[in-house]
């Protein structure tokens, strides 16, 4: 089963690099280790870091198919600051490393418990389509 864990951050722009050197490199060398726990595991299929909303475009297609976009979105309350693609063999494995990831540590030391949105990836549509 796979699924997508989404890292998302409340409040203003998510920059670590004003942390401390020292909380800087623990939220990173967990992040990094967490990684390679997945990969060892055989779980990982993808994860990526993602920038702010202050770098952030939202496109569609006007009217004569050329994009439009609109953004920057600095007053953004909630944003997806990076995510995971995991194949696991249950939800409940599932379950247990999007709380794992929840824990990287802040700026104090103490776990974040960031908020995890765990979604499956759907393979494709229903079978029971018509």
Do not use: C
Request: proline share 9%; aromatic share 8%; no cysteine.
């Amino acid at each position: 089963m796979k699924y997508m864990m989404m890292m998302n951050v409340a409040g203003g722009p998510y920059r670590i690099d004003g942390w401390p050197k020292d909380a800087w490199r623990a939220h990173i060398g967990f992040m990094n280790d967490f990684g390679r726990k997945l990969s060892a595991a055989g779980e990982l299929v993808g994860a990526e870091g993602l920038s702010g909303p202050d770098q952030a475009k939202l496109v569609r297609a006007g009217a004569d198919g050329r994009p439009v976009t609109d953004g920057v979105f600095p007053e953004t309350k909630e944003f997806l600051a990076g995510f995971w693609i995991i194949d696991v063999d249950s939800p409940e494995r599932a379950y247990a490393l999007a709380a794992e990831v929840s824990a990287a540590p802040g700026p104090d030391g103490k776990p974040l418990n960031m908020g995890i949105e765990l979604r499956q990836v759907m393979s494709g549509p229903p079978a029971d389509l018509p």
